[in-house]
């Protein structure tokens, strides 16, 4: 059996945390939220015999893709943030239903409101609302400040200005550690959508740029990012209109074609859009979503096992896609092959069976994987051979873990089961680089235990009683909503907060690294802001999806303390078969303390027999900043190939060191006695005059990489102006 990770540090897995009562699903957001002058500000205001008394306590509980409902009445609006939300239409508010009728429809009178300016009279009134001026002028500061976060949405609206963060502030946005390089306001995206939700990314193989790929109420957009102060649309895949969309990139290479393959998948809660498959291999100039017939009409989620996160690479020989929270089965999970990666295949036997009686409990509203190669594959796992995979799944109640080493025959791995305090709705959650520690993300304990941003850590050693390590908690009622790993950094999407950065140098205690917050609006405890985040392209860009303001570019500036920070020399590397090639590590900044670094090999066309890695692990002693070489021995084979390539990682810095944007590198093979060729990648190109609008010519180097050439090119003019 293949492995293409190769890595020194052990792996380690998870078990269940399983709360007694069933937590409150997504799918209640479809219910309208309800508000009466007869109702208490109490629970969660969906029936209309317990209805909220005031719009303000309502909008705390509203959720994505809520609507609120107001009988009639006389209701106070107190705070900017509220009239804000009420003007801005960001949530679906109206008026004048009539309570006695379970307020099924609207009645004769209007909700009349106070504490509202006059100027938004004749624009509340078309949704069933009569304003009343407040006569004791109160209104007045309210006015001043509603005015101003009107004027900031507007701003948004057309994108901030990209620059660096200076006193705490870029542009319009609050900030410490982090500088915005672009901004995408919604309405520079082609199909002109209305909200946003999930992002993804991958650097396409065959050319070496990048790409954000989001989603939003209407479909889906690719971006090319690669110049990340600059980025443009190649294309958006029309969709039903939805809250949520999720997405994953897969890519493999065709043997035939001599090139690598692309392509995103995206599901949909709450539509009928079922699975679609999106074929990125025409990239950079298009992309075209392919005919494929979904088993399911919609799903919560969608995740790519044993997939490397920058590229969409297989790490072993059994990649899969799993499918979280679908239509079908409760919603447990459900698994497909990638053989053919334009049309998913189904694997019987890969459901998991309801394991609490009379309970939906086998739903799955989010997942993670994790590979394990240390002697817990042996103990721990029940399928593991030359590794175990374990499936973190995040359903609603409880994180339970699967062994997924052999797909048709998944392994429920916990023993025991412990509910931590003040548990909502268990949402989602990452792992550390060292599989020693997992952050979990609860998304409505801030609303229901009225918390601040709660992150709850917990320690893996011991498998079937996970403990939990430490918590977390922001400055702020912010909800936390999904996290990533990279190096010692987490990378959280906090909704109202925008961009968190923690430093988990000491994974039980994190701490505040950095911030960016793209929704300048507040920081309340609100379905508002910042959606995703994704973090693992090469270049070492953040991406961020908001909500309410399209798709952010920016770059952690936090990665500068005093032990330095450790990056490749180059982003490439190459060596010969037969021979011994060097890449070289390098101590940037400071060099307190002693720090060290583990090297991960990411298999692109190489295997493990192409080579040997001859050392996984760098230290450096207190004060030693000197470059670190590291040998890999490329083995003759016989055989006459064309030149593989393989990716070297850096993961797991330790000592307080971080990873610098160049943490990554390719490393190139090629058969003795072979001589550098250069070819263009396409023979011909079409670009359309819309769109993206951009012809971009990639020449591809064969045959040998070592060594600097150069190629001359002239253009020809024809009939184009």
């Known amino acids: 059996m293949r492995i293409h990770y190769v890595i020194a540090i052990a792996g380690i ?50 959720g994505k893709g809520s609507q609120i409902r107001v009988g009639a009445g006389r209701f106070r609006i107190e705070r900017s943030e509220d009239l804000f939300l009420l003007v801005d239409g ?54 001043t400040k509603t005015g101003r976060l009107l004027e900031v949405q507007a701003k948004l609206q057309k994108g901030n200005q990209a620059g660096t963060c200076v006193s705490g502030r870029v542009d319009n946005l609050v900030c410490d550690q982090v500088d915005l390089l672009s901004h995408i306001p919604l309405n520079a995206v082609s199909a002109r959508p209305a909200a946003g939700n999930d992002i993804w990314g991958f650097q396409d193989l065959n050319t070496g740029r990048e790409y954000v790929v989001a989603g939003y109420n209407r479909g889906t957009a690719i971006f090319d990012v690669t110049d990340p102060t600059a980025p443009g649309e190649v294309g958006f895949v029309d969709g039903q209109n939805a809250t949520w969309r999720d997405i994953k990139v897969y890519q493999s290479y065709d043997d035939a074609a001599a090139r690598w393959r692309a392509y995103a998948y995206v599901t949909t809660d709450g539509t009928s859009d079922g699975l679609f498959v999106i074929d990125l291999s025409d990239l950079p100039h298009s992309i075209r979503r392919i005919s494929y017939p979904s088993q399911f009409a919609s799903a919560h989620n969608v995740y790519s096992s044993s997939t490397d996160f920058s590229t969409g690479l297989p790490l072993t020989d059994s990649p899969h896609l799993i499918i979280a929270g679908s239509g079908l089965d409760n919603g447990q999970y459900r698994a497909y092959d990638l053989d053919n990666p334009a049309a998913p295949q189904f694997v019987p036997g890969s459901g998991v069976p309801n394991f609490l009686t009379g309970t939906d409990s086998s739903y799955m509203h989010d997942a993670a994987s994790l590979l394990i190669t240390d002697t817990r594959k042996d103990t721990q796992c029940v399928n593991g051979a030359a590794y175990c995979e374990l499936l973190l799944d995040f359903n ?108 988990i140098t000491n994974p039980g205690s994190p701490e505040l690294a950095g911030h960016l917050d793209t929704y300048p609006f507040g920081d309340d405890a ?105 040998d890999l021995a490329a083995i003759a084979d016989g055989s006459s190939e064309a030149l593989e ?26 058969d003795a006695g072979a001589t550098s060729q250069i070819r263009t990648f396409s023979s011909d190109l079409e670009v359309a005059e819309r769109g993206f609008g951009k012809a971009v010519l990639v020449l591809q180097r064969s045959g040998a990489a070592t060594g600097a050439v150069s190629v001359d090119y002239s253009l020809t003019a024809g009939n184009a102006t």
């Open 13 to 62: 897995g998870l078990t269940a945390f399983l709360a007694s009562e069933h937590a409150v699903s997504h799918r209640d957001t479809a219910k309208p939220l309800f508000v009466s002058v007869a109702g208490s500000d109490e629970g969660r205001c969906l029936e209309a015999a317990n209805a909220c008394r005031t719009i303000a306590y309502a909008l705390r509980q509203a």
């Open 90 to 143: 960001a949530i679906e508010i109206s008026g004048g239903y009539d309570s006695t009728q379970d307020f099924a429809r609207r009645g004769d009178t209007l909700s009349t409101l106070t504490g509202v300016p006059e100027e938004y009279r004749a624009a509340l009134r078309g949704r069933g609302f009569h304003v009343i001026a407040d006569t004791k002028g109160a209104e007045t500061p309210l006015a």
């Open 396 to 503: 609603e109640q409880k994180v339970a873990v699967w062994d997924i080493t052999d797909i048709t025959d998944p392994q429920h791995l916990n023993v025991s089961s412990s509910e931590y305090p003040q548990r909502g709705y268990v949402h989602s959650g990452w792992w550390s680089e060292d599989r020693q520690f997992m952050f979990v993300h609860d998304e409505l304990d801030e609303q229901r235990s009225s918390l601040n941003t709660t992150l709850r850590i917990f320690s893996l050693a011991d498998l079937t009683n996970p403990q939990q390590v430490g918590t977390w908690t922001g400055p702020t009622t912010a909800i936390d909503h999904n996290g990533f790993v990279r190096g010692n950094r987490y990378y959280m999407s906090n909704y109202e907060r925008g961009l968190t950065i923690l430093d």
């Open 526 to 630: 609100g379905f508002f802001g910042a959606w995703g985040v994704y973090p693992f392209l090469p270049s070492g860009i953040i991406a961020i999806s908001d909500i309410n303001s399209g798709v952010y570019l920016a770059v952690d500036r936090s990665r500068d303390p005093a032990a330095g920070s450790l990056g490749f020399q180059s982003a490439s590397f190459a060596a010969t078969e037969g021979q011994t090639g060097q890449f070289s590590v390098l101590r940037n900044g400071n060099s307190a303390g002693s720090v060290s670094v583990d090297i991960e090999v990411v298999n692109a066309t190489t295997n493990t027999s192409d080579y040997a890695l001859l050392t996984s692990t760098l230290s450096w002693p207190d004060g030693d900043s000197s470059g670190k070489t590291v």
């Open 645 to 670: 390539l393989l990716l070297v990682r850096l993961v797991n810095p330790t000592g307080g060191a971080t990873l610098s944007d160049q943490n990554s590198a390719h490393v190139y093979l090629a």
